[in-house]
T-cell receptor
Framework: TQLLEQSPQFLSIQEGENLTVYCNSSSVFSSLQWYRQEPGEGPVLLVTVVTGGEVKKLKRLTFQFGDARKDSSLHITAAQPGDTGLYLCAGGRAGNNRKLIWGLGTSLAVNP | KAGVTQTPRYLIKTRGQQVTLSCSPISGHRSVSWYQQTPGQGLQFLFEYFSETQRNKGNFPGRFSGRQFSNSRSEMNVSTLELGDSALYLC??????????FGSGTRLTVV
């Protein structure tokens, strides 16, 4: 059973378009992290959110943690080919924040 | 500063053999975690070490083991390899309370 569901699984868009990917769960998490992974490399941490309703912006990327801390979204404005990669969310549980639960990821392709 | 270094990058082994993978964390990071990544299962947590002690363990069989040395470098060992062990093995280091920094991984293929 995958505790963190990511959608869509695959996304192919044109450069300049906007997109949103989702990370959903029926469980509450004390923190949620987003990573981006390129082929043949390890994931790279983008952001950590810890407060329900929290919104963080990283240039063209906007991350939101749901009020109930069960879901999160990542919105990319004016996507660029360099945004191509696998976007992973990972949740930490209260009492054992070190043992992250991972989604399967959204594979994003931004075409020039 | 240097990132997380994993060696080797690629490895091909035969069923029944054993393998040892190495991970050197970022200097000053005492926590090292290991993950197995496959297309169907995503990232699966193997174990975490902190100051030479295993602090967390995932749901993998006893064939998977690890250790951490006094300089925080870590190794993981898989014995009696099976075809299903083929995967990207990722090591991540962190300061307590922060996100992970991952290495580039070791791609293990079991034939």
């Amino acid at each position: 059973t995958q505790l963190l569901e990511q959608s869509p699984q695959f996304l192919s868009i044109q450069e300049g378009e906007n997109l949103t990917v989702y990370c959903n769960s029926s469980s509450v998490f004390s923190s949620l992290q987003w990573y981006r992974q390129e082929p043949g490399e390890g994931p790279v941490l983008l952001v950590t959110v810890v407060t329900g309703g929290e919104v963080k912006k990283l240039k063209r990327l906007t991350f939101q943690f749901g009020d109930a801390r069960k879901d999160s979204s990542l919105h990319i404005t004016a996507a660029q080919p360099g945004d191509t990669g696998l976007y992973l969310c990972a949740g930490g549980r209260a009492g054992n924040n070190r043992k992250l639960i991972w989604g399967l990821g959204t594979s994003l392709a931004v075409n020039p | 500063k240097a990132g997380v270094t994993q060696t080797p990058r690629y490895l091909i082994k035969t069923r029944g053999q054993q393998v040892t993978l190495s991970c050197s964390p970022i200097s000053g990071h005492r926590s090292v975690s290991w993950y197995q990544q496959t297309p169907g299962q995503g990232l699966q947590f193997l174990f975490e070490y902190f100051s030479e002690t295993q602090r967390n363990k995932g749901n993998f069989p006893g064939r998977f083991s690890g250790r951490q040395f006094s300089n925080s470098r870590s190794e993981m060992n898989v014995s009696t390899l099976e075809l299903g062990d083929s995967a990207l093995y990722l090591c991540a280091s962190s300061l307590v309370g922060n996100g992970y920094t991952f290495g580039s991984g070791t791609r293990l293929t079991v034939v």
